[in-house]
C-alpha cells in the first residue's frame, strides 16, 4: 500500500458501502446488479483501474484492482462482475488488440457505456479448452460463428464478449483464436440467467451464436490460432484474482464471525469465552493471516511481471480451499442463524464453493504444479 493506493481504497470503500451494499438483497432478487452500477463506477473511476490511461483507464497496476477486489468483498457482494470486466476482458483487449480495438472498446469499458465479458466454457467443455466446439469461419472479410456458451459472467448485461472459438476446427491447440463479438450483432442470443446455489445476484448466463457474422477485423491478435497462447498467458491473473476475493472473505467472515461470538450468550457468557470457540477463531485467524502472507507475495510478484504459472496455481487453489474452510468453520459457529440466508455467513458459504471450480478447477490446479515440480527445485540455496 502507498498514498494512492490508500486514496483508492477510500474511494472503492465508499462506493461499495454507499452504491453496493445496500442494495445486495435487489441484486440477488433480480439476479443481476443494477445496470447503472456500471456507468456510476466508470464516473467515479473505478473501472479498468490499471488499464493504460490513453484508452481511458486508471494507469494504476493489479494492485488497484486487488483494492476494490477485497472492499467489494467486505461489504458481502458477490454480484457484481467488475473484476472480470476490468481485471480479465480490458486486458485481453489492452495485451492483444489492435490500436483500432483498443480505441473502440477499452474507452466504454472503463466508462461503463460497455460491460464485458469473456466465453470460454460451452455446455460438453469444461477445462478442456482445446476440444471446444464453437467455430468461427472466415467467409470473405467476415468469420461467420456458431456455437454456444455457458456459465457466463456478465453474460446477461455484456454489451461485448470476448468469444474463444476454432478458427481452424481440425487443429486442437492452434486451432483456437479469440474474437470481439458486439451482442447487437444479429444471430447472437442469450439464454437464461443460471439459477445456481450461490452469487444468485451475478448474471451467470447462457450465450448462443447462429450464423453471427463479425468483420475480420475483429479477431484479436494479429493472426488466428493466438488464442490458446492468449488464454495461457492472462490465466494467472484470473486465477491471482480469485485468490484475492478468496483471502478477502476470509478476513470479511472472520470480522463478522468475532462481532457475532462476542455478542451471541449461551450459558450465561458469550460463547466467545468458551475454549473450543477461542480455539476455532485462532484457526480462522491463522488461516487468513497465512493466506494473506501468499497473496501480498503473489501480487507483488505479478505487478513486476515474475508471477509464474504453477505459483498462480498454487495461491489460486490454496487460498480457494481454505476459505472454504474458514466459510465452513465461520458458520458452524453462527449455530442455526449461519443456516439462514439473510446471515451474510450463510451466502459467503454458498458464494465461496465456486472458487474451487471456475478459473480452472482445485484438480486442475494440482495437475499444473505437478508438471512443474522437479526434486532439488523446492530447497532454497
Not at 469444461?126 to 454456444?148: F, H, M, P, R
Not at 476455532?280 to 491463522?286: D, G
Amino acid at each position: 500500500m502507498d498514498e494512492d493506493l490508500a486514496d483508492f481504497r477510500d474511494l472503492a470503500r465508499t462506493f461499495c458501502e454507499k452504491e453496493i451494499k445496500p442494495n445486495i438483497e435487489n441484486y440477488i432478487n433480480n439476479k443481476q446488479v443494477d445496470r447503472d452500477l456500471w456507468n456510476q463506477a466508470g464516473k467515479v473511476g473505478l473501472l479498468c483501474a490499471s488499464i493504460s490511461e490513453e484508452f481511458g483507464g486508471g494507469g494504476g497496476t493489479f494492485a488497484h484492482e486487488a483494492v476494490l477486489i477485497e472492499e467489494q468483498a467486505y461489504v458481502g457482494d458477490s454480484s457484481w462482475g467488475a473484476s472480470l470486466h476490468s481485471g480479465i476482458v480490458a486486458h485481453y483487449i489492452q495485451a492483444y488488440g489492435t490500436p483500432e480495438q483498443k480505441n473502440e472498446w477499452l474507452p466504454k469499458l472503463a466508462s461503463g457505456e460497455a460491460v464485458g465479458a469473456i466465453a470460454m466454457t460451452e455446455p460438453g467443455t469444461g477445462s478442456d479448452l482445446q476440444n471446444i466446439k464453437t467455430k468461427a469461419i472466415l467467409d470473405g472479410d467476415e468469420y461467420v460463428v456458431n456455437g454456444a456458451k455457458t456459465f457466463i459472467t456478465n453474460g446477461a448485461q455484456a454489451d461485448v464478449v470476448l468469444v474463444v472459438a476454432k478458427t481452424k476446427p481440425e487443429e486442437a491447440a492452434a486451432g483456437i483464436s479469440l474474437l470481439i463479438v458486439p451482442t447487437a450483432t444479429p444471430g447472437f442470443a442469450r439464454g437464461r440467467v443460471l439459477d445456481k446455489i450461490g452469487m444468485k445476484g451475478q448474471d451467470t448466463s447462457e450465450l448462443f451464436f447462429e450464423d453471427v457474422r463479425i468483420p475480420a477485423t475483429n479477431l484479436l491478435g494479429t493472426e488466428e490460432g493466438q488464442g490458446f497462447i492468449q488464454l495461457m498467458h492472462q490465466l494467472p491473473q484470473e486465477r491471482l484474482i480469485v485468490a484475492v476475493s478468496c483471502v478477502a472473505a476470509m478476513e470479511a467472515l472472520l470480522n463478522l464471525t468475532l462481532e457475532y461470538t462476542e455478542a451471541r450468550n449461551a450459558f450465561g457468557k458469550p460463547i466467545g469465552k468458551f475454549q473450543n470457540t477461542k480455539f476455532k477463531l485462532a484457526e480462522i485467524a491463522t488461516e487468513a493471516r497465512v493466506a494473506r502472507a501468499f497473496v501480498d507475495e503473489c501480487v507483488e510478484a505479478h505487478i513486476k511481471g515474475e508471477l509464474d504459472i504453477p505459483t498462480a496455481a498454487m495461491v489460486k487453489l490454496w487460498t480457494s480451499e481454505r476459505a472454504q474452510k474458514v466459510a465452513d468453520m465461520c458458520l458452524q459457529l453462527h449455530g442455526g442463524y449461519g443456516y439462514m440466508n439473510e446471515y451474510p455467513v450463510a451466502r459467503a458459504w454458498a458464494d465461496l464453493r465456486i472458487s474451487q471450480i471456475y478459473a480452472g478447477t482445485s484438480e486442475i490446479m494440482k495437475e499444473i504444479i505437478s508438471r512443474f515440480l522437479k526434486s532439488g527445485d523446492v530447497i532454497p540455496r
